[in-house]
């Protein structure tokens, strides 16, 4: 399953569901902090993660 956190979502989380076998991307390493919801839900979207 893939998974994107939003940047609220700390370090302690991405290695949690990493460690149990997920997917993870971030908002944060992907720099894209502080992109609008509408922004992030089309990216979301491209990645077939929506």
């Known amino acids: 399953m893939k998974i ?3 940047e ?4 302690c989380g ?3 569901l ?3 076998g997920y997917n993870v991307a971030t908002v944060y390493e992907q ?4 992109a609008s ?3 992030l839900f089309r990216l979301c979207s491209e ?3 929506a």
């Open 18 to 20: 990493r460690d149990a």
């Open 8 to 11: 609220n979502m700390g370090k």
């Open 31 to 34: 720099k894209m902090g502080g």
């Open 47 to 49: 990645e077939g993660l």
């Open 4 to 6: 994107k956190l939003d």
């Open 37 to 39: 919801d509408d922004k």
């Open 14 to 16: 991405q290695e949690i």
